[in-house]
């Protein structure tokens, strides 16, 4: 019995898992069948675009800002040592475009948008507020659903792009101060450094994981149990799933764009 437990909780945690992806690609399909139809909710989409995006204008603003002053410093302190400093601009614009900026915003960001999903429908689903909407006739998911899932999918590529300027005025007030490499300098190694393909790799990852936040936030939602501690358990789960669920998906999608050779 000792020798077959640990396999057993192994065969649950495989089957939980494909559970969970499985209800998460029946929550999107349904959203998308039944989001694209008349009414579109469009008011409910602008409502979500603001709770979710513009109040996560403050901690974007610091992610950018400061990430860029980071990596910056980095690189320099490293390019230093190959007497290489004016080619700061160059190392971190690759680095923080293509990776940084999108990945770091999706694990923040993406993660604050998410729980409060989570908390929000969570919360309606323990008082009985998602049966109610149901039962007067309307559709859950039309109306909960498709609205948080546009918004997350919209907000955060928005949010990526704002980053990515910031980051970018971040490292040249780095590269100024500490190095002595002109913010005009930075600034021209930076953008030439940068092709299209670059910028749509970064865009396609905050697309994606908007996506993904927006879904597992209100599956997560969705998902809750009945009782005091459900919808803190409801989301802490999702910090997990949405962490686990952006960093395996930003390989992937660095493996398409970035093909070995």
């Known amino acids: 019995m000792s020798v077959r437990r640990p396999f057993e909780y ?6 939980a898992g494909f559970d969970w992806a499985g209800g998460i690609s029946l929550l999107l399909g349904r959203s998308l069948i039944r989001g694209v139809q008349r009414p579109w909710g469009i008011y409910d989409i602008f409502s979500q675009i603001v709770a979710l995006g513009i109040r996560s204008l403050p901690l974007s603003t610091l992610m950018g800002v400061f990430v860029g002053m980071a990596l910056t410093w980095q690189f320099g ?5 190959f007497g290489a400093k004016n080619a700061v601009g160059s190392a971190a614009a ?3 475009v293509r990776e940084l900026v999108p990945t770091l915003m999706a694990l923040t960001i993406g993660a604050k948008i998410a729980t409060g999903v989570t908390a929000e429908l969570g ?6 507020q998602i049966d109610a909407i149901a039962s007067l006739g309307a559709d859950p998911i039309k109306k909960l659903v498709w609205p948080r899932l546009v918004a997350s999918t919209v907000t955060l590529p928005l949010l990526n792009i704002y ?10 007030f780095i590269a100024d101060l500490v190095f002595d490499v002109p913010a005009e300098y930075f600034y021209e190694t930076y953008i030439d450094e ?4 670059d910028y749509i790799s970064g865009l396609v990852k905050s697309f994606t994981f908007g996506l993904l936040v927006g879904l597992i936030g209100c599956y997560q939602g969705f998902q809750t149990k009945f009782g005091t501690e459900a919808v803190g358990i409801s989301t802490t789960n999702t910090v997990v799933a949405t962490s686990v669920a952006i960093i395996v998906f930003d ?3 660095t493996t398409i764009f970035l093909p070995v050779g």
Do not use: H, Q, T
């Open 10 to 15: 192994i065969g649950e945690a495989i089957r």
């Open 251 to 253: 390989f992937v999608l």
């Open 94 to 96: 690759l680095a923080l």
């Open 77 to 81: 302190e490293a390019l230093m040592g």
């Open 163 to 172: 980053g990515n300027v910031l980051a970018l005025i971040g490292g040249a």
């Open 194 to 197: 940068l092709y299209p393909m």
């Open 123 to 128: 919360s309606m689903k323990v008082s009985e």
